[in-house]
């Protein structure tokens, strides 16, 4: 059965959308590089949250339902403490494990999506979907692989990485709960209140992790270029992703949302290629065609198809639309 122009539309701008987050994201990594070392990450985190929550609260303030309810309030306070757990996790894990360690563990992120999906019931089963992240996951650690140059010695396990494991988990939970919130009613059908309050939420969460394990006064070393940088950090990469993430949300299933996680990889190796030209090689074919293979696969099967049996919100039309008072 051909499907309605307008389910298409919501779909190609989900993915398209989810595109251009995974490409945000992928150069923030380069952009966090350049920041002045010594600076406390957890507090800083934070203050990309509050910078982000600034950004949102002219648009926020005059929507309809800007204050959240108390039957939101739970969900809010879930998927705050899962963005919270994933980034100190990861910064607690990082100075103690390898980059390779920590980036073969994150491409478990779709798969363990796909599990909480079908958990929570907000992600149909299918077989073919499994295969697909399967093949992307395949795609993203030969990335890994070939950055490395084809080194895996310094793959590790331990108390950091199973730290990191778990914030990687607590990300992937966010999307099913979001899923499972918007089906019950529990979360606003507008991406916009729902992204600025998780954001609130997220950073204070993060902020009291800061404090407590971070000594605050260190702030005071920002300069002119890292407040530069930080500003960057906090509308785009946390509070566009974040936008961008939710809309998406509400229209796709929780894997389909984090596959696009596979693009960090790749991402990397274009800011690779682009410093440093000499690095490539063939090397990097075979994971950029199955990644790309795994992109193509699941952006096809969303715009040819109705995922089914999949909870739809009752409002997704207003994921698009800024009700005023």
Not at 34 to 48: F, K, S, W
Not at 182 to 207: M, Q
Not at 277 to 291: A, C, I, K
Request: with cysteine; aromatic share 10%.
């Amino acid at each position: 059965m051909k499907i309605p122009a307008v389910f298409a539309a919501h779909e190609l701008r989900a993915h398209l959308g989810l595109l251009l987050s995974a490409t945000i994201v992928g150069v923030s990594f380069p952009v966090v590089g350049m920041l002045q070392p010594g600076l406390p990450p957890l507090l800083l985190t934070a203050v990309r949250f509050a910078i982000a929550a600034a950004v949102l609260w002219p648009w926020v303030r005059h929507l309809r339902g800007g204050w959240p309810h108390r039957r939101h309030l739970p969900l809010y306070g879930l998927l705050g403490a899962c963005s919270a757990m994933f980034f100190a996790g990861m910064f607690w894990a990082a100075p103690q494990s390898t980059a390779v360690t920590l980036s073969t563990l994150f491409v478990c992120l779709p798969l363990l999506a796909y599990g909480f999906g079908r958990l929570l019931r907000v992600e149909p089963r299918s077989p073919w979907m499994a295969r697909t992240l399967l093949l992307g996951a395949v795609g993203a650690l030969a990335l890994i692989w070939a950055q490395g140059r084809g080194s895996v010695g310094r793959l590790q396990l331990g108390i950091p990485e199973a730290v990191f494991l778990l914030g990687c988990a607590s990300l992937a939970l966010a999307p099913a709960v979001t899923k499972w919130g918007l089906a019950n009613d529990l979360l606003p059908a507008n991406s916009l209140l729902r992204t600025f309050w998780i954001v609130v939420f997220a950073g204070i969460l993060v902020g009291i992790a800061g404090v407590a394990s971070e000594s605050p006064t260190n702030l005071s070393r920002l300069g002119y270029r890292d407040a530069v940088l930080l500003l960057y950090l906090g509308v785009f990469s946390s509070g566009l992703t974040f936008g961008l993430t939710e809309y998406a949300t509400a229209i796709l299933t929780p894997s389909a949302v984090k596959a696009y996680s596979y693009l960090a990889p790749f991402t990397a190796m274009l800011v690779l290629f682009v410093s440093t030209p000499s690095r490539m090689s063939w090397h990097w074919l075979p994971g950029v065609v199955l990644v790309l293979l795994t992109m193509i696969l699941l952006l096809r099967r969303d715009l040819t198809r109705r995922p089914a049996a999949v909870p739809v919100p009752r409002a997704t039309n207003a994921l698009n639309t800024c009700h005023s008072h």
